[in-house]
C-alpha cells in the first residue's frame, strides 16, 4: 500500500515538473493539481469537483456582495448623520447611478451588458464564453448602485458574476461547449442560491431561465454547485442580512378563493410591470443625451420618488419584513405620509402607490444607468400586492384573511409573471419562508400569473427582442441549433456564372466545362440578374432548331427566393421551406452575387450541430 502512495506522489511530481516546465505560462499551485486531477479523474469525476469549487467560490461572491451592500447601507444610514431625512433620499440613490455610469465608462471602458439576457447572449452566441471582467465588474456596479439606495435587485449581477466563474473556470481546464455550458450554468445557480439560502430555487433558475433549449444529461455538478452556494451563505450571512420570513399562517383550504383571486391580480400587475420597463427602457434609450446626463435625470428622478416614497430606496426586503411582522407604522413613519395620520385607508393608498411605483423606480434605476435586476422588485412588488389585496379585504368586511400568507405568496405569484419563471418563484418563497405547507397556494397563484403573462407573450418581454433575432436560445429546439449557423459559413462560392450580355457560344462554353446545375446571370455590377437551370435549356443544345434561342436574357429566371448575407439561417430554412427549391443565391445588401447555399449543406451543418449538443 505504501508503495502505490509512494509511486502516486512521485507521477504528481512529475506531472508537476512537466506541466511548470512545457506549459506556455507557468501556472498556481493550485491549478498544477487541479490539472493532474483532471488527467486522473473520469470525466463525471471531475465536473463534480468543478462542481462544487465553482460552487464555493460563486458562493463567496454572492456573500461578498451582499455583505458589501449591507454594509453601506449601514454607514451611510448610521454613521452619515443628517438633521433632515430628505437629503439623505435626495443625494444618495443620485450618486448610486451617476458613480456607477461613471464607474461603467472609465474603469469598465463601456462594458455594461447587464442582466439575465446577457448570459444567455453568450450561451447561445458567445460558446458560453463570459468575459472574466463579469467575474467582478458586476459586484463593483451593483454595490454601488444598489448600496447608495438604487431601487434594484442584486440577485442578477450575482447570477452573471456567477456565470462568468463558472464559463472561465472551464476555458482554465480546457473543457468544451457541453461542460461550460453547465459550469456557467452551475456558477450561476450557487449565485442564487447563496443570495436566498435556497438551493432548490438555484436549480429551479438554472433549468427554467439559463437552460431553455440546451440538450444536457448532467445535473449532479448543478446540485453539488447550489448546496455549496448556500452553505457558504449560511454560514458567512448574517440572520438580517438573508432573505427571511418567519411569520406565516397556517394554510387553510377554505382560503383557495383568495389565492385564486389574487393570481389574477398578480398576473395583471406583472404585465404592468414588464409594460413599464418596456417604456422605461424605450424612454432612456430614445433620448439625445449622453450617459453622464441620462444617469444624471435617472438619478434625478429615483431620488425624488424614494423622498415621497423611502420604501422605495433600495432592494425593499426590510419594508416585506417589517410588514409581514405587523411593524406597517414604523415603516410609515418615515414617509411624509405620518403627517397624515394612521389609518387603514391611509395604510391602503400608501402601500398601493409604491405597489405601482416600484416598477417605475426599477426600471428607471436599471435603465438610466444603474447595475440590477428585477428579482428583489418584482417580490417586493408582490409582497406589497398581497398586501393591498388583504387590506382591501378587510375593508370589504371579509373576515380571517391570511395577511402574511397573502404577501408571502404575492411575491411568487408577481416573480413568476415577471421572470417567467414559475418554479424558480414557487421553490424560492417556500425555502426563503421554510413555507413547505404553503406549497398549494403558490402553486395556485404562480401557475395563475405565468399563464396570464405567457397569454400576453409567449416569450419574456425583457428577451423577447434577442429571441425574435435568434440570438438567445429558446424552447424550439431546431431554431436554436439553427441559430448558432452563420451564413456566410454556408455559402458555395465555387459556381457557375455568365453575364448578362454573353453571347450564345459562351452560354455553351460554360455549360460545357461546368459541373453545376445552375448558373448564375450577373450584370457589370456583379449584381445577380437571374439563374439559368441547366435542366431548362439542355433540351435546346440537342435541337439544332433552338439553337438561335440560346439567349442568356431569355433563358435567366427569377430565382424563387433570394437570400441576403444578414440573413438568419432559420429564415433560410423557411425560404427552402416555402419555395421548396434545392439551392437558393446569395447576395449582399447592393445587390452583389456570392454564390449559393444548398439544402444539403445546412442539414449537414444541423447534424454536426446537433451530434455535438447531444448526449
Not at 529 to 554: K, M, Q, T, Y
Amino acid at each position: 500500500m505504501n508503495k502505490i502512495n509512494i509511486k502516486k506522489f512521485y507521477n504528481f511530481l512529475r506531472y508537476r515538473r512537466d506541466f511548470t516546465r512545457y506549459s506556455l505560462k507557468k501556472a498556481r499551485s493550485y491549478e498544477i493539481l487541479l490539472f493532474w486531477l483532471k488527467s486522473v479523474m473520469n470525466r463525471t469525476q471531475f465536473l463534480i469537483l468543478s462542481g462544487m469549487l465553482v460552487g464555493i467560490t460563486c458562493g463567496l461572491a454572492g456573500v461578498l456582495l451582499k455583505e458589501l451592500v449591507h454594509y453601506i447601507h449601514y454607514i451611510i444610514t448610521y454613521k452619515v448623520h443628517f438633521e433632515r431625512q430628505i437629503l439623505f433620499y435626495l443625494l444618495f440613490p443620485f450618486l448610486g447611478i451617476v458613480i456607477t455610469t461613471l464607474v461603467v465608462i472609465f474603469v469598465f471602458k463601456g462594458q455594461d451588458r447587464k442582466g439575465i439576457a446577457a448570459i444567455l447572449y453568450e450561451i447561445a452566441q458567445n460558446s458560453s464564453i463570459v468575459s472574466s471582467v463579469k467575474m467582478y465588474s458586476q459586484i463593483v456596479q451593483s454595490a454601488i448602485t444598489v448600496g447608495l439606495g438604487g431601487s434594484a435587485g442584486l440577485e442578477s449581477p450575482i447570477a452573471v458574476t456567477g456565470a462568468a466563474i463558472g464559463s472561465n473556470f472551464a476555458r482554465t481546464y480546457k473543457l468544451d461547449y457541453r461542460e461550460r455550458t453547465l459550469l456557467l450554468a452551475a456558477g450561476a445557480t450557487a449565485g442564487i442560491a447563496s443570495a436566498f439560502n435556497a438551493p432548490i430555487a438555484g436549480m429551479m433558475f438554472a433549468f427554467e431561465i439559463l437552460l431553455t433549449g440546451v440538450v444536457f444529461s448532467d445535473f449532479i455538478p448543478l446540485v453539488v454547485a447550489a448546496v455549496c452556494g448556500s452553505l457558504v451563505s449560511k454560514i458567512l450571512l448574517e440572520e438580517e442580512v438573508l432573505f427571511q420570513f418567519k411569520t406565516r399562517n397556517a394554510f387553510d383550504y377554505h382560503n383557495i378563493p383568495y389565492y385564486l383571486a389574487l393570481g389574477i391580480l398578480c398576473g395583471l400587475y406583472a404585465r404592468y410591470y414588464v409594460l413599464i420597463a418596456k417604456a422605461m427602457d424605450h424612454f432612456f434609450q430614445n433620448l439625445k443625451m449622453s450617459r453622464i446626463k441620462k444617469a444624471m435625470l435617472g438619478g434625478a428622478i429615483l431620488s425624488v420618488l424614494c423622498v415621497l416614497y423611502p420604501p422605495l430606496f433600495g432592494e425593499g426586503y426590510d419594508t416585506i419584513k417589517a410588514i409581514t411582522n405587523g411593524q406597517m407604522h414604523d415603516v410609515m413613519q418615515n414617509s411624509l405620509f405620518r403627517f397624515i395620520g394612521y389609518r387603514e385607508w391611509v395604510v391602503l393608498v400608501f402601500v398601493a402607490v409604491i405597489c405601482l411605483l416600484k416598477a417605475f423606480s426599477a426600471s428607471i434605476t436599471i435603465f438610466s444607468g444603474g447595475n440590477g435586476g428585477n428579482f428583489a422588485p418584482s417580490l417586493f412588488a408582490g409582497g406589497s400586492l398581497g398586501y393591498v389585496f388583504a387590506l382591501l379585504c378587510v375593508q370589504l368586511g371579509m373576515t380571517e384573511v391570511p395577511t402574511n400568507n397573502l404577501v408571502i405568496v404575492g411575491m411568487a405569484g408577481v416573480m413568476s409573471g415577471v421572470l417567467y419563471a414559475p418554479l424558480t418563484a414557487i421553490f424560492l418563497i417556500a425555502e426563503s419562508t421554510s413555507g413547505y405547507d404553503l406549497f398549494i397556494p403558490l402553486m395556485v397563484v404562480s401557475v395563475i400569473s405565468f399563464s396570464m403573462a405567457k397569454w400576453f407573450s409567449s416569450v419574456s418581454p425583457d428577451l423577447e427582442k434577442l429571441a425574435d433575432q435568434g440570438k438567445i436560445f429558446t424552447r424550439e429546439h431546431d431554431r436554436n441549433l439553427l441559430s448558432l449557423l452563420q451564413i456566410l459559413d454556408l455559402i458555395d462560392k465555387d459556381v457557375q456564372v455568365i453575364r448578362r450580355d454573353a453571347s450564345p457560344e459562351e452560354l455553351a462554353e460554360v455549360v460545357r466545362t461546368g459541373h453545376r446545375n445552375m448558373i448564375s446571370v450577373i450584370d457589370s455590377g456583379k449584381r445577380l440578374a437571374g439563374i439559368i437551370s441547366l435542366d431548362d435549356i439542355r433540351p435546346l443544345f440537342f435541337n439544332p432548331e433552338a439553337a438561335d434561342l440560346l439567349e442568356v436574357e431569355s433563358l435567366m429566371k427569377v430565382p424563387a427566393a433570394v437570400i441576403s448575407d444578414f440573413d438568419s439561417v432559420v429564415s433560410v430554412v423557411k425560404k427552402f421551406d416555402e419555395t421548396g427549391a434545392w439551392n437558393l443565391p446569395v447576395v449582399k445588401a447592393n445587390g452583389e452575387f456570392l454564390g449559393f447555399i444548398s439544402k444539403s449543406s445546412v442539414l449537414n451543418s444541423y447534424r454536426q450541430l446537433l451530434r455535438a449538443h447531444s448526449g
